[in-house]
């Protein structure tokens, strides 16, 4: 992980708190001792986020399951009917 910074002094340094980012390096930026933000480079923040993939396609596998797995996953138990007195 980057540095951590106090927020006073990320904003006197913006400028090295950017830089180590592009870095490849987070930099965590607390606020009365708790960390508030991080600081990514772009590529970084476009892949943890998915880019503009909706979240269904980013949750959905790369290619269908196999129908063993599907049914294994999401079959339903095959269960027989109850009678009910009414």
Same mark, same amino acid.
């Given at each position: ?23 490849? !390096? ?6 009365? #001792? &708790?960390? +508030? ?5 772009? *590529? ?22 196999? !129908? ?6 999401? #079959? &339903?138990? +095959? ?5 009910? *007195?009414?």
């Amino acid at each position: 992980m980057g540095r951590v910074w106090q927020l006073q002094e990320a904003k006197a340094r913006f400028s090295e708190v950017v830089e180590r980012a592009l870095k490849g !390096e987070p930099q965590t930026v607390t606020r009365r #001792g &708790r960390p +508030a933000v991080v600081v990514l480079d772009w *590529e970084t923040y476009t892949r943890l986020r998915g880019g503009d993939t909706p979240l269904l396609e980013a949750l959905r596998p790369p290619e269908p399951l196999p !129908e063993e797995e599907a049914e294994a996953l999401f #079959g &339903r138990e +095959a269960s027989g009917y109850r009678e009910v *007195e009414l």
